[in-house]
């Protein structure tokens, strides 16, 4: 054979190889680590240390193939071409699938999903959610909300929107005449128009959250009369609410005639500025209220209902008895109100009580505390319970208040925040452990009430998530969290705790799935997002 015909033979060959092997991409071409990947929780060293106990169940085909479809979305849109390949698939797509394809691509490109393929494709179906890691959504997208099929959506959730204007919003409603949930949460141009549309469109809602919006008194108040079914009323900071506003509540009426406050069971009222609220009123005109939200609010004092001892045969007053959720965080009402108005709702569940008081004088002392403890252990339903940023507790050095506390009320909690009580010590924490004698208290004058089950006292608490971020904890708190078996969730960020310390507590919680250990100098810095890691490795495990 010539040189020629084996270099010629050589080359066909070579060719016959490379056909076979995977091309190269050009040089600058997309490949597969430039396709956006998946969002990851944050990995610096004061990031929370997580491990997973139970398996996670295998996807589905279908959630693979949406996975795969996010994934590679920026390529498949990268031409026009793939645009209009992609196009009869997408429109073909179930409503039921097209939604949870949208959720999917939300969670992992958000950012890369523009106008036209949300207008076009996923503003169908029941239920719209739309929120502010939409980058590229803007006025006209709203403004397709509800033309194909507005009388089929229930649920409409718009979040974090505060470029779309006012009319943008205001000009969606009138094809919504079914909506039933609607949240408009910190979309800070909506305003009068939008709450008039509403108003006008929209009589069956039952759920309104107008969290931080800018909807005057007047337009909600409209609102409120023309909605008559509503049961869930959200208006944290909303500006220039008034008393005649607070004071209309009492008498507004639904178009059935039917009284107004009497349908409403969830309110949340947190950082509305109107000097000293008249809540005994308003809680008066609510008698079915099951949570309340206040906090951050100018209430000077909490309500005695007097009214209704004056007039206990009135068939008309009547106080929210059947309350289950209450927020007080940072009120300036004074602590010792705190004890007689809680006394009212035996049916509460969830409690938070956050920087009571907004002076010296008026802040949760020990004694209060002590108190407060009277009333909580006499409330059989409270699962969740949260006092941070009390600083006067423990004030002088004496733990007898806060272990008491913890021992009766607190470990009786499923949820139990102590965060920011700088003087808390580990010894207060002793409350935790099991008790053999459930008759003793921990003040030698006073006892549990009869009806108190003492097993309840005698078996591991019933924690899943605690709360001891800055505070005194330090390492000779490890017995009394290692006896918690039913922890889920444990922060002791900014607290003495070691690493070692926290190791022996990982050993007597096998539930324990997450710790915050940001600014916990006792541990290593690169310890302390990998700490079940490190586990793992002293364990043998």
């Known amino acids: 054979m010539s040189k020629r015909n084996h270099a010629r033979a050589s080359s066909s060959s070579n060719s016959s190889r490379?056909?076979?092997?995977?091309?190269?991409?050009?040089?600058?071409?997309?490949?597969?680590?430039?396709?956006?990947?998946?969002?990851?929780?944050?990995?610096?060293?004061?990031?929370?240390?997580?491990?997973?106990?139970?398996?996670?169940?295998?996807?589905?085909?279908?959630?693979?193939?949406?996975?795969?479809?996010?994934?590679?979305?920026?390529?498949?849109?990268?031409?026009?071409?793939?645009?209009?390949?992609?196009?009869?698939?997408?429109?073909a797509l179930p409503d039921s699938v097209a939604n949870r394809l949208f959720d999917v691509m939300k969670e992992i490109c958000p950012g890369y999903i523009p106008h036209s393929v949300i207008a076009s494709y996923f503003l169908r179906g029941p239920t719209i959610t739309i929120d502010k890691e939409l980058t590229q959504v803007n006025k006209l997208t709203i403004q397709?909300?509800?033309?194909?099929?507005?009388?089929?959506?229930?649920?409409?959730?718009?979040?974090?929107?505060?470029?779309?204007?006012?009319?943008?919003?205001?000009?969606?409603?009138?094809?919504?005449?079914?909506?039933?949930?609607?949240?408009?949460?910190?979309?800070?141009?909506?305003?009068?128009r939008t709450a008039t549309a509403i108003a006008d469109s929209c009589p069956r809602l039952v759920y309104v959250n107008l969290n931080y919006t800018a909807v005057p008194p007047a337009a909600l108040a409209k609102l409120l009369s023309s909605c008559g079914d509503i049961e869930?009323?959200?208006?944290?900071?909303?500006?220039?609410?008034?008393?005649?506003?607070?004071?209309?509540?009492?008498?507004?009426?639904?178009?059935?005639?039917?009284?107004?406050?009497?349908?409403?069971?969830?309110?949340?009222?947190?950082?509305?500025?109107?000097?000293?609220?008249?809540?005994?009123?308003?809680?008066?005109?609510l008698p079915n209220l099951r949570t309340l939200d206040v906090s951050w609010t100018d209430i000077t004092r909490l309500p005695a209902f007097s009214a209704i001892e004056d007039d206990a045969e009135s068939s008309e007053l009547a106080y929210p008895q059947q309350l289950t959720?209450?927020?007080?965080?940072?009120?300036?009402?004074?602590?010792?109100?705190?004890?007689?108005?809680?006394?009212?709702?035996?049916?509460?569940?969830?409690?938070?009580?956050?920087?009571?008081?907004?002076?010296?004088?008026s802040t949760l002392t020990d004694s209060g505390l002590d108190q407060l403890t009277n009333v909580l252990v006499t409330l059989k339903e409270l699962h969740t319970l949260s006092i941070p940023?009390?600083?006067k507790l423990g004030g002088l050095g004496a733990q007898r208040e806060l272990a008491?506390?913890?021992?009766?009320?607190?470990?009786?909690?499923?949820?139990?925040?102590?965060?920011?009580?700088?003087?808390?010590?580990?010894?207060a924490l002793a409350g935790l452990l099991p008790d053999l004698d459930p008759d003793n208290d921990g003040d030698g004058d006073q006892h549990l009430p009869e009806e108190d089950e003492d097993e309840s006292l005698r078996a591991p608490s019933l924690l899943a998530f605690l709360d001891l971020s800055n505070t005194g904890v330090d390492?000779?708190?490890?017995?009394?969290?290692?006896?918690?078996?039913?922890?889920?969730?444990?922060?002791?960020?900014?607290?003495?705790?070691?690493?070692?310390?926290?190791?022996e507590i990982i050993d007597g919680c096998p539930l324990l799935e997450e710790i915050a250990l940001e600014k916990c100098r006792g541990v290593d810095r690169e310890d302390r997002r990998r700490i079940f890691e490190v586990w793992e490795e002293s364990r043998g495990v």
């Open 18 to 91: 490379n056909n076979k092997r995977p091309r190269v991409g050009e040089i600058g071409a997309p490949n597969e680590d430039d396709l956006p990947k998946p969002p990851r929780e944050n990995v610096t060293s004061t990031s929370t240390s997580t491990r997973r106990l139970k398996a996670s169940p295998i996807p589905s085909l279908s959630t693979l193939a949406c996975r795969s479809f996010a994934t590679r979305f920026p390529t498949l849109y990268g031409t026009e071409e793939n645009v209009e390949r992609q196009r009869p698939y997408l429109q």
């Open 144 to 192: 397709s909300i509800g033309r194909r099929e507005g009388e089929g959506i229930r649920k409409l959730v718009l979040d974090g929107l505060s470029s779309i204007p006012d009319a943008a919003f205001a000009s969606i409603f009138p094809r919504l005449p079914n909506l039933v949930h609607l949240s408009l949460k910190r979309c800070s141009l909506a305003a009068e």
């Open 232 to 285: 869930t009323l959200k208006i944290a900071a909303l500006p220039k609410m008034t008393h005649a506003f607070f004071a209309s509540l009492a008498t507004l009426t639904a178009p059935n005639g039917s009284h107004l406050g009497h349908k409403i069971q969830n309110l949340k009222l947190r950082q509305i500025t109107t000097p000293n609220m008249p809540l005994e009123a308003l809680m008066l005109s």
């Open 325 to 361: 959720k209450l927020s007080l965080i940072a009120i300036p009402s004074p602590h010792t109100d705190l004890i007689p108005f809680l006394a009212r709702f035996p049916k509460l569940q969830v409690l938070h009580l956050g920087a009571v008081g907004g002076s010296d004088f």
């Open 389 to 391: 940023r009390n600083r």
């Open 404 to 427: 008491r506390f913890i021992k009766l009320v607190g470990r009786r909690c499923q949820v139990l925040s102590l965060a920011s009580i700088p003087n808390l010590k580990s010894s």
């Open 475 to 503: 390492d000779t708190a490890v017995p009394y969290l290692a006896s918690c078996k039913n922890l889920v969730r444990l922060k002791l960020e900014a607290t003495k705790v070691s690493g070692e310390a926290v190791l």
